[in-house]
Nanobody, 127 residues
């Protein structure tokens, strides 16, 4: 059983940066496909960024490409979402997700790919 705990959310000014953390237990992160999703009030949960098992390349949604980067620290068993040039429309609850399978790149963006989820952390971008 994999457990995920997010942290690092908060209030940030437009144009600012934030780092979200996802602490994993029960399995090493290098053996998991992982992703971040977000959900704003009244909206559907949407894919933000993902990592395939054992790989370091970020697969990112068009809305965050060039601004957000997802990486893993295998030694600490953590995943990190680095968010730069934040915009008010980035405001949402951010969720870390993981899969013990080996999804193809195209499948990373679907919530149904992941069987493990964290509880979420709130990110608010506002002046």
């Amino acid at each position: 059983q994999v457990q995920l705990v997010e942290s690092g959310g908060g209030l940030v000014l437009p144009g600012g940066s934030l780092r979200l953390s996802c602490a994993a237990s029960g399995r090493t992160v290098s053996t998991l496909a992982m992703a971040w999703f977000r959900q704003a009030p009244g909206k559907e949960r949407e894919f933000v960024a993902g990592l395939k098992r054992g790989q370091g390349n970020t697969y990112a949604a068009d809305s965050v490409k060039g601004r957000f980067t997802f990486s893993r620290d295998n030694g600490k068993n953590m995943g990190y979402l680095y968010m730069n040039s934040l915009k008010p429309e980035d405001t949402a609850v951010y969720y870390c997700a993981a899969s013990s399978g080996s999804p193809i790149s195209m499948s990373l963006r679907f919530a149904s790919t992941y069987e493990y989820w964290g509880q979420g952390t709130q990110v608010t971008v506002s002046s």
